[in-house]
Every structure is written in structure tokens, then in C-alpha cells.
């Protein structure tokens, strides 16, 4: 009796999981788990950024670990979260444009600086301060490109 109790008790939180997030969205799932990569990413670069600016000392430990979280982050095969339909307009929490899935755009090549740039900051970045700060450039370059081109523009 308790097995049956818990599976139904398991059956009814994941069809409740369900229907919440189809409430909120055929895409809600996706777009959290992207957004939640991209806060991942924030966090690293948060770390490199306040080094780079002088914010907190230099510690290559540190910088090697955000960096290397970094690269790995952005290696994530991430697709299956960018279905078609989940941008803003269809969603309002989700912050990318429609434009992502354009004829002609140019995410891949997008996708392909940031993938440039985090590696170049994982060679860099346990070096020393000056190392780190050529790395944050391209970096910051490659995340502004997408940004610019493909979320909807922050206030």
C-alpha cells in the first residue's frame, strides 16, 4: 500500500510539473534550463571580469576555475533548448529574439566566437592578470555580438 501511495503521489507532483509548464509555455522547460546556462556563464565571467578590472585581486586558481567552468559551459551541446517558437514574442520569459531562427542568421558563427574566445580565456586566464585582461576582450566582444543581435535589449 505505502509503494502504491508513493506512486501515486510521484505520478500526481510530475503531471502537476507538467501542466505548470505547459501553462506557462509549450517551451518553459527549455527556455529556464538556457537561461539557467546562461546565468552559469554570468557567474564565471563575474569572477574574470572583477579580476581583469581590478574589483577583486588576481588569483590564478580562481581565474583558471571560472575560466575552465567557462569553456565548459559554452560546450555544452545546448540545441534542444532553442527550439523553434521559444522566443520572446511566443514567450515573455524568454529573452531571445525571433531573429535566432531567421533564414540567413548568423548564431552559428555567433555561437562559434563566444566558443573561440572561451577557449582563448582558458589559456590565458591561470597566467597571470595582463594575460587575463587580452582574454577578456574577445570574450566580451563574442557575448555583446549575440546579445546585441539576438536577446531582447536590457533597460
Given at each position: 500500500m505505502k509503494t502504491l501511495f508513493a506512486g501515486l503521489t510521484v505520478a500526481a507532483?510530475?503531471?502537476?510539473?507538467?501542466?505548470?509548464?505547459q501553462e506557462k509555455g509549450p517551451f518553459a522547460m527549455q527556455i529556464k534550463a538556457r537561461q539557467g546556462i546562461m546565468a552559469y556563464r554570468a557567474v564565471n565571467l563575474g569572477v574574470l571580469g572583477?579580476?581583469?578590472?581590478?574589483?577583486?585581486?588576481?588569483?590564478?586558481?580562481?581565474?583558471q576555475k571560472a575560466a575552465d567552468n567557462l569553456a565548459t559551459a559554452v560546450a555544452i551541446d545546448a540545441s534542444m533548448l532553442w527550439p523553434k517558437g521559444s522566443d520572446h514574442d511566443a514567450d515573455p520569459t524568454s529573452e531571445a529574439l525571433a531573429a535566432i531562427w531567421?533564414?540567413?542568421s548568423d548564431i552559428g558563427a555567433k555561437a562559434k566566437a563566444m566558443s573561440d574566445a572561451a577557449a582563448a580565456m582558458q589559456?590565458?586566464?591561470?597566467?597571470?592578470?595582463?594575460?587575463?585582461?587580452?582574454?577578456?576582450?574577445?570574450?566580451?566582444?563574442?557575448c555583446a555580438g549575440c546579445h546585441k543581435s539576438f536577446r531582447v535589449p536590457q533597460n
Open positions: 507532483i510530475v503531471s502537476a510539473g507538467v501542466v505548470t509548464a572583477g579580476m581583469a578590472k581590478g574589483e577583486t585581486e588576481y588569483n590564478a586558481e580562481a581565474a531567421a533564414d540567413g589559456a590565458a586566464a591561470g597566467k597571470d592578470i595582463d594575460s587575463l585582461k587580452a582574454a577578456m576582450g574577445p570574450v566580451g566582444e563574442a
